[in-house]
């Protein structure tokens, strides 16, 4: 079964780190567009990063310079770090594979920016 | 960046109704449009891809059409399991930017 699992989240406070984690199973993230998607509470799907089967990547205005996507292929595996978080960035974070719009989601892992 | 609308933001149907959401991409983004449910407290799902096509799962009252700029998902015959926000998303290229999303409650 094809699936993923996010994890890492956690309270944080603002200008802090985190290292969120997805992991897949079932399938190759190497061989796959893989993204990170964002819902702060009560809000809507906020896009927020790709990385490319090829390497490449690219990231939505709001997390560009701060937040960077990875991927190890060994543990087959996705990252996002995020730095100098805000108050704001406060929300449930999923990774999704990109596969003709977004057909695999995990389930979410929650972060929370205060002090 | 290409912005999403869409509209209306909230609406509600009584069972068995036809319902229609719309979608429009501030520039063309050809059939590049994904459609998503999201019911209250799950994960986002993945109802029609490349504008029309179904994926796999879903069930056929679900449509979707458009292209280049304005896009519609429509439910032929509402039933209360499709209690959810309905989000669209352009996916030619980055950003991946979603609507604002649509309310869909049972009257």
């Known amino acids: 079964e094809e699936q993923l699992v996010e994890s890492g989240g956690g309270l944080i406070q603002p200008g802090g780190s985190l290292r969120l984690s997805c992991a897949a199973s079932?399938?190759?993230?190497?061989?796959?567009?893989m993204t990170w998607v964002r819902q702060a509470p009560g809000k809507g799907l906020e896009w927020l990063s790709v990385?490319?089967?090829?390497?490449?990547?690219s990231y939505a205005d709001s997390v560009k310079g701060r937040f960077t996507i990875s991927r190890d292929n060994f543990q087959n595996t996705v990252h996002l770090q995020m730095n100098s978080l805000r108050v704001e960035d406060t929300a449930l974070y999923y990774c999704?594979?990109?596969?003709?719009?977004?057909?695999?989601w995990g389930q979410g892992t929650m972060v929370t920016v205060s002090s | 960046d290409i912005q999403m609308t869409q509209s209306p933001s909230s609406l509600s149907a009584s069972v068995g109704d036809r319902v229609t959401i719309t979608c429009r991409a501030s520039?063309?983004?050809?059939?590049?449009l994904a459609w998503y449910q999201q019911k209250p407290g799950k994960v986002p799902r993945l109802l029609i891809y490349?504008?029309?096509t179904l994926q796999s799962g879903v069930p056929s009252r679900f449509s979707g059409s458009g292209s280049g700029t304005d896009f519609t998902l429509t439910i032929s015959s509402l039933q209360p399991e499709d209690v959810a926000t309905y989000y669209c998303?352009?996916?030619?290229?980055?950003?991946?930017?979603f609507g604002q999303g649509t309310k869909l409650e049972i009257k």
């Open positions: 999704a594979r990109d596969l003709d719009g977004f057909d695999i």
């Open positions: 079932g399938f190759a993230v190497s061989g796959n567009y």
């Open positions: 990385i490319y089967s090829g390497g490449g990547t």
């Open positions: 520039q063309g983004i050809t059939n590049y």
């Open positions: 490349a504008a029309s």
């Open positions: 998303q352009k996916y030619n290229s980055a950003p991946y930017t």
